[in-house]
């Protein structure tokens, strides 16, 4: 069965950095396209980043997190990474990582498995 389990997140002041990690079993993610999600309290879920397969290699930002939120993976360890700089007060929110067959998609409805998400809180 596939499993996706977040961890990385933390309580951090803003400029401050973290690294999400995402690990999978039953999955490899060299074959899923791999998506990051975010919802803050009392917001919908918006997409954050994402890489397609390995085959494919395309990766995607949010505007909100270009140039400061970097996506990867490591195919040996099956874990997807979320590196994320120069965090805004902002950013503040619940993370999930997502996977899919076939491309990202920037909508949450696509992606066939979930991870429980992890909280990511930045203080001004």
């Known amino acids: 069965q596939a499993q996706l389990v977040e961890s990385g997140g933390g309580l951090v002041q803003a400029g401050d950095s973290l690294r999400l990690s995402c690990a999978a079993s039953g999955l490899p993610v060299s074959m899923y396209a791999m998506g990051w999600f975010r919802q803050a309290a009392g917001k919908e879920r918006e997409f954050v980043a994402g890489m397609d397969n390995s085959r494919s290699g395309g990766t995607y930002y949010a505007d909100s997190v270009k140039g400061r939120f970097t996506i990867s993976r490591d195919n040996v360890k099956s874990t997807v990474y979320l590196q994320m700089n120069s965090l805004k007060p902002e950013d503040t929110a619940v993370y999930y990582c997502?996977?899919?067959?076939?491309?990202?998609?920037?909508?949450?409805?696509?992606?066939?498995?979930w991870g429980q998400g992890t909280q990511v809180t930045v203080s001004s």
């Open positions: 997502a996977a899919k067959v076939g491309r990202v998609v920037y909508g949450g409805m696509g992606y066939t498995y």
